[in-house]
């Protein structure tokens, strides 16, 4: 079993920056993938970000390249999500999810799943 609970949401302006944590207890955390999603109201969950379990391998949803970038600190069984140059459309509720497998692009992947963080970006 694999507890997440994500940090860091908030209310910022266009422009601005949040990190998320994302903090993991349950199994070994180097033994799993972590995804991010995010869901707007009135909308589908979303892929957002992923990181594979050494770091090594990341992706992006095309929407968020170059503007966030996943990470993961092994030591402190805590993932990041970088959130830079904010945008309206960004605001949602932003969701960690872990799998066994290699990352995922798809929520269908990940059988755990944090309670989500809010982020609202004010234009």
């Known amino acids: 079993q694999v507890h997440l609970v994500e940090s860091g949401g908030g209310l910022v302006q266009a422009g601005g920056s949040l990190r998320l944590s994302c903090a993991a207890s349950?199994?070994?955390?180097?033994?799993?993938?972590m995804g991010w999603f995010r869901q707007a109201p009135g909308k589908e969950r979303e892929f957002v970000a992923a990181?594979?379990?050494?770091?090594?391998?990341?992706y992006y949803a095309d929407s968020v390249k170059g503007r966030f970038r996943v990470s993961r600190d092994n030591a402190k069984n805590t993932g990041y999500l970088q959130m830079n140059n904010l945008k309206p459309e960004d605001t949602a509720s932003y969701y960690c999810?872990?799998?066994?497998?290699?990352?995922?692009?798809?929520?269908?992947?990940?059988?755990?799943w944090g309670q989500g963080t809010q982020v609202t970006v004010s234009s």
């Open positions: 349950g199994r070994t955390f180097i033994s799993y993938s």
């Open positions: 999810a872990a799998t066994f497998t290699a990352p995922q692009l798809n929520e269908a992947g990940y059988a755990y």
């Open positions: 990181i594979s379990w050494s770091g090594s391998s990341t």
